[in-house]
């Protein structure tokens, strides 16, 4: 079992569940966040939030998945992020649990 955790800015916020259902992740939880940018001397395509500085509305996604829908979520999101043309992008990461309580 693992964690999937995915950010992005709010208007990616269908796509994303769209990937998760494609990738037969079955539950998940989801929350609005405010992302920041302080800017520096970052690339604009590399930069989280895609702006300077401020505030961005994103949205947090996470779910305990098994390994094969992790990976299917990843290239998901990689597919998604080469075939459209943005300034930011769908951003995730997986850790592994150790332990859990979930059966």
């Given at each position: 079992?693992?964690?999937?955790?995915?950010t992005?800015?709010?208007?990616?916020?269908?796509?994303?569940?769209?990937?998760?259902?494609?990738?037969e992740?079955?539950?998940?939880?989801?929350?609005?966040?405010?992302?920041?940018?302080?800017?520096?001397?970052?690339?604009?395509?590399?930069?989280?939030?895609?702006?300077?500085?401020?505030?961005?509305?994103?949205?947090?996604?996470?779910?305990?998945?098994?390994?094969?829908?992790?990976?299917?979520?990843?290239?998901?999101?990689?597919?998604?992020?080469?075939?459209?043309e943005?300034?930011?992008?769908?951003?995730?990461?997986?850790?592994?649990?150790?332990?859990?309580?979930?059966?």
């Amino acid at each position: 079992m693992e964690l999937l955790i995915i950010t992005a800015i709010k208007e990616f916020e269908e796509a994303i569940k769209t990937i998760l259902k494609n990738s037969e992740v079955v539950a998940f939880s989801s929350m609005p966040v405010a992302g920041y940018s302080n800017g520096g001397s970052e690339d604009m395509k590399s930069n989280w939030f895609a702006r300077d500085k401020g505030e961005s509305e994103s949205v947090l996604f996470y779910a305990f998945v098994a390994e094969n829908n992790a990976k299917k979520v990843l290239e998901e999101i990689e597919e998604f992020n080469q075939t459209n043309e943005v300034l930011t992008k769908i951003h995730a990461a997986v850790l592994d649990i150790k332990e859990s309580n979930i059966v």
